[in-house]
Nanobody, 123 residues
Framework: QVQLVESGGGLVQAGGSLRLSCAAA???????MGWFRQAPEKEREFVAA????????QYTDSVKGRFTISRDNAKNMGYLQMNTLKPEDTAIYYC?????????????????WGQGTQVTVSL
């Protein structure tokens, strides 16, 4: 079992930055961690993922070069650094964990989810 709690969301102007955190309890260090987002009336979509060891990361094209995913297994923490934010980044952001430990980008591949944190980017 893995329990996840996100924090760090908020309201920011376009071009600004936010750092999301994901506090984990349970078998987090052996799990793949992912960040997903869901905008109003849209399906939940993949944003970024990092394998259990941190040696492999993957991003959706729209955030490449702007977002960075990282993790600190010693602290049971995950992070998503978001720079140069755009209004289209506005969504609820979810932290998720997959038992497999290997790279996963599909929503259905993740076993545990946090409650989400709202990110709103204004013009």
């Amino acid at each position: 079992q893995v329990q996840l709690v996100e924090s760090g969301g908020g309201l920011v102007q376009a071009g600004g930055s936010l750092r999301l955190s994901c506090a984990a309890a349970g078998r987090f260090s052996s799990s793949t961690m992912g960040w997903f987002r869901q905008a109003p009336e849209k399906e939940r979509e993949f944003v970024a993922a990092i394998t259990w060891s941190g040696d492999s990361t993957q991003y959706t094209d729209s955030v490449k070069g702007r977002f960075t995913i990282s993790r600190d297994n010693a602290k049971n923490m995950g992070y998503l650094q978001m720079n140069t934010l755009k209004p289209e980044d506005t969504a609820i952001y979810y932290c998720a964990a997959a038992r497999s430990g290997y790279m996963r980008i599909r929503v259905g591949s993740y076993d545990y989810w946090g409650q989400g944190t709202q990110v709103t980017v204004s013009l």
